[in-house]
Nanobody, 125 residues
Framework: VQLQASGGGLVQAGGSLRLSCAAS????????MGWFRQADGKEREFVSV????????YYADSVKGRFTISRDNAKNTVYLQMNNLKPEDTAVYYC???????????????????WGQGTLVTVSS
């Protein structure tokens, strides 16, 4: 499985961006797809996950109500629509995939064995 993330860039606070992550492989539709981010000097953190098959979504509290994760199984692509961006959203965003984890474990990065290269999002104040 290979992942290619894109869509990052520079945006003013309050603006929007949509990240995309294209995946190779035939297991895409049944796998969970997630977004994680890492800001300078900080550990990588969970942002959002969408399950394979059922499409159940999960969000970090810091992005709930502003970000929306979705997937297009026909295109093997997952999206992260980010609205009302804040300077604290500035980070490198990574997509990841793996078998559906149980609900209590969706934030655990080690359960996602496949990762994309990251795309930088910079939000200016």
């Amino acid at each position: 499985v290979q992942l290619q993330a894109s869509g990052g860039g520079l945006v003013q606070a309050g603006g929007s961006l949509r990240l995309s992550c294209a995946a190779s492989g035939s297991t895409f539709s049944s796998y969970a797809m997630g977004w994680f981010r890492q800001a300078d000097g900080k550990e990588r953190e969970f942002v959002s996950v969408i399950r394979g098959s059922a499409g159940t979504t999960y969000y970090a509290d810091s992005v709930k109500g502003r970000f929306t994760i979705s997937r297009d199984n026909a295109k093997n692509t997952v999206y992260l629509q980010m609205n009302n961006l804040k300077p604290e959203d500035t980070a490198v965003y990574y997509c990841a995939t793996g078998r559906n984890p149980i609900t209590s474990m969706v934030r655990v990065q080690s359960l996602y064995p496949y990762w994309g290269q990251g795309t930088l999002v910079t939000v200016s104040s």
